[in-house]
Each structure stands twice: as structure tokens, then as C-alpha cells.
């Protein structure tokens, strides 16, 4: 009996400290918020060259609100992040990134600022595919390279032939990865927020692929417009 108490006891001892070396995952979430928000902001306002200054204003607010955030934790892993071994250069990186895409800015080459920027995203993006969180961000971040793709070569497209093609080709691509959003699993706080919008946006990327079909260009270029509103509308939800 003694035996077994103290076995009772050591596993109460090694629970409590392994715990201690994990922060909370939606403390970090949490916390992530803020600078993750202004991050938002340095790519929505680096995708056009006259919002500079605006820009300029959101990198820096990036960068010191990440400053905060990798202090926090960069040696304090929250838990699902426990097993990536580098995670404290990953915290770090954004910082860099930020740097890097200031001093672009201030050369004048914003579309190339825009570009370093992106890193950010998919640095957060493996992450979280590393510690199996399945993150409405990233559902979001999916349908962005299929829409990036799609209208790309949509608007490469110099007849109706080839912009059918281009719907035969990645049309149920587009479509597929849209409804995949819905699959995500935090979307309990903003459930409401998100099915409004992901329903608008299912009825706006078939009106855009109809007009692909057809190959109607001016309806094609038009309703691009809408599918893009969409997905900035359920990227710019925070699920925290």
C-alpha cells in the first residue's frame, strides 16, 4: 500500500510540473489576436502602392505588438505547439519578416513588401498543420491559392474557349474548397457570422463560375470583385 501511494504521488508531482512547462492555447490565441489583426492590415494595405503610409503604420504596430507576443511564449510553448522543436525561431521570425517589409516599403517596392509579408501567413499556417489544429484561418488561407489561382488564369484567358477551360479545369476546385471552411473546427464563437457569409459566398463564386463557363469576360471581370469580398469576409473573422 505504501508502494502504491507513493506511485500516487509521483504521478500527481510529474502531472503538475509537465503541465507548468505548456501555456494555455487559447490564452495564446488570445493574445495572438491583436498583432495577428494588424498583421491583416499590413497585407490588405500593401496590395495597393497609394496606401503607403497606412501600411508603414500597420507593420510597425505588427511588429511590436509581436515583439510582446514572442516574449510571451517563445520559450513557453502552448501545448499542441510542445513538439515543435523550433518554435521559439518560428515566434521570432515574424519579427524579421516585419523589418524586412519596412525597409522595402521605404525603397518604394510595395508589392514586394507585400510578398515578404506573406511568410507570416504560412509560417503560422504549417504550425498549426504541425500541432493538428484545424483552424478556420487556415480552411480560409486554402480557399485564398485557389481563388488566387483561378482568377489569375481567368484573367489570362484571351477567348471564351479558353476561360471555359479554365472552368472545366479548377471550377470544382474553387467550389470545393469554399465549402470546405465550414469544416473547421473553431467556428463556435462565430458561427452565426460565418454562415452568413459562407453563404453569400457559395452563391457569389457560382455566379462567377457560370460567367467562366460562358466565357463572358465583362461578367467574369466584374464578379471577381465579389468572390474576393467574400473571402476577405470570412479571413477577417477571429474565432477566438
Known sequence: MKFLRLLAVA??????????????????????AVPYGHYRQTLMLTSNKDNADKALLAIDQFIRGWEGLAKRYANDPPAPFAG??????????????GKEATMLMKDGQVARAHAVLE???????GMRIQARVNSIADKS???????????????EAKTAAEMAEV???????????????????????IRAEF????????MAIAAYLDALRQGEADDVKKLAGG????????WALDPR
Open 227 to 234: 468572390v474576393k469580398n467574400v473571402y476577405k469576409r470570412i
Open 119 to 125: 511568410e507570416v501567413r504560412y509560417l503560422l499556417w
Open 11 to 32: 504521478g500527481l508531482f510529474l502531472a503538475s510540473t509537465s503541465s507548468s512547462f505548456a501555456s494555455d492555447y487559447k490564452d495564446f490565441t488570445r493574445d495572438l
Open 84 to 97: 515543435i522543436t523550433d518554435f521559439a525561431e518560428k515566434m521570432n521570425r515574424p519579427i524579421a519578416v
Open 167 to 189: 472552368w472545366h479545369r479548377y471550377g470544382a476546385w474553387l467550389s470545393i474548397k469554399w465549402e470546405d471552411q465550414a469544416l473547421a473546427g473553431d467556428l463556435g464563437p
Open 195 to 202: 454562415e452568413m457569409a459562407h453563404k453569400e459566398g457559395r
Open 141 to 155: 488561407n486554402d480557399f485564398h491559392e485557389a481563388m488566387e489561382v483561378v482568377l489569375g488564369r481567368a484573367a
